[in-house]
C-alpha cells in the first residue's frame, strides 16, 4: 500500500541563501549625506603633509580658570627667514612671547592673541542659528596695509553646504559644495579682490568611502590640486597629493603617512623636490605633549629641527 505524505510534511523550495547580494541597495538621491565645507576637501591629505613644522625651540601652556574661560602663554625662539636675491637662505635668530586668551561655549567660540611684536590675532565662530554660522577672522599689525579682516557665513542644508565671505580690501567671495550621490559630492567657487583688481572662479569634486578620499580641484588662478589618502586601518593612512599650476609650470608631488600608536603620533612626508619631513606628538601624561620638528631640504642644504613642550589642563 502506498504511503501519503502530508502536505505539511513536504519538502518546500529552498529560498536564496542572500537575496541581498545580487541586488544592489537603491539610492535615495533626496536623503544624501551632507557634504564638508568647499575649503576643507583636502582636509584628510593636509593631516598627513602640512603638518605645523616650526624651527627651534616651542613652549604652550594653557591654564583653564573656569568651563568656558581658559589663558594661553607660548614661548618660541629660533631662526626666521628673511628674503633674499641669493639662493641661499638668510636666517636671523628671534625670540617672542604670546598671550592667549579662549572662550569656548557650545554656540560661541572665540580666541585672542597677542604677541609682543605688536601682532593681534582674532577669531570668532558664532552658531547664528541651526545651520547658520558666522566665522570671522582679523590680523592688526603695526605694519601698514598688512592687517586684514574677514567674515564668512557658512549655511549647511541637508545635502549641500554654501559659503559666502567678505574681507577688508573690497574681497567678496562665494562657495558652493552639493552631495550628488552617497560618495561624490561637488563643488565650485568665484571670488573677487577689488583692491587689486583680481576675480577668479574654480571647481572641485570629492569622492570619499570607509578606506580612501580622493579630491581634485581647479581654478583660473592657474592651480591644479589633486589628492588621494588611503586608510590602511584605523590608525595608519597613506597621502599623496599632486599640485600643479599651469601659468607658472611648477609642478610638485607629495607623499606622507599619518600613524597614529597609543601614546604618540608621527606624521611625515617626501616630496618631488627632495625636502623630507616629520613631525612627532608624544603624549607624556594626561595634558603633557612633547613635539619634535624636522625639515631637511637637500638641494637647498636647508636643514630645520625643533623641540617643544605643550602643557594643558
Request: aromatic share 12%; with cysteine; proline share 5%.
Amino acid at each position: 500500500m502506498a504511503t501519503v505524505i502530508p502536505p505539511s510534511t513536504a519538502a518546500a523550495p529552498t529560498p536564496p541563501s542572500n537575496p541581498t547580494s545580487t541586488e544592489q541597495k537603491k539610492v535615495d538621491y533626496l536623503d544624501l549625506p551632507c557634504p564638508i565645507p568647499y575649503e576643507e576637501i583636502h582636509r584628510e591629505a593636509f593631516m598627513s603633509l602640512k603638518p605645523e613644522l616650526f624651527e627651534g625651540m616651542r613652549f604652550d601652556f594653557t591654564k583653564g580658570l573656569n568651563q568656558n574661560f581658559s589663558l594661553s602663554h607660548s614661548v618660541m625662539m629660533g631662526p626666521t627667514e628673511i628674503p633674499s636675491q641669493s639662493s641661499d637662505t638668510i636666517k636671523i635668530p628671534t625670540a617672542h612671547y604670546e598671550f592667549g586668551a579662549n572662550f569656548i561655549d557650545p554656540k560661541l567660540m572665540l580666541f585672542g592673541r597677542v604677541m609682543t611684536d605688536g601682532r593681534l590675532n582674532a577669531r570668532l565662530k558664532c552658531d547664528l542659528s541651526e545651520n547658520l554660522t558666522l566665522k570671522g577672522n582679523a590680523q592688526l599689525t603695526n605694519e601698514p596695509h598688512m592687517s586684514h579682516g574677514m567674515f564668512n557665513f557658512d549655511y549647511k542644508g541637508s545635502d549641500y553646504r554654501t559659503q559666502f565671505q567678505v574681507g577688508n580690501g573690497a574681497l567678496f567671495g562665494a562657495s558652493y559644495i552639493q552631495s550628488v550621490t552617497p560618495h561624490l559630492s561637488l563643488g565650485g567657487e568665484v571670488f573677487w579682490a577689488g583692491q587689486h583688481r583680481k576675480s577668479g572662479i574654480g571647481y572641485a569634486a570629492r569622492y570619499n568611502t570607509d578606506k580612501m578620499v580622493t579630491t581634485a580641484q581647479v581654478a583660473s588662478t592657474g592651480m591644479v590640486a589633486l589628492g588621494y589618502v588611503q586608510k590602511v586601518s584605523e590608525k595608519v593612512s597613506l597621502a599623496s597629493d599632486f599640485m600643479y599650476n599651469y601659468m607658472s609650470r611648477d609642478a610638485t608631488a607629495s607623499f606622507g603617512y599619518d600613524y597614529i600608536l597609543r601614546q604618540c603620533r608621527l606624521r611625515g612626508k617626501i616630496d618631488s623636490n627632495g625636502v623630507v619631513a616629520a613631525f612627532l606628538e608624544e603624549r607624556f601624561n594626561m595634558g603633557l605633549n612633547f613635539l619634535l620638528s624636522a625639515e631637511i631640504d637637500h638641494r637647498k642644504k636647508d636643514y630645520k629641527f625643533g623641540f617643544g613642550l605643550t602643557v594643558g589642563e
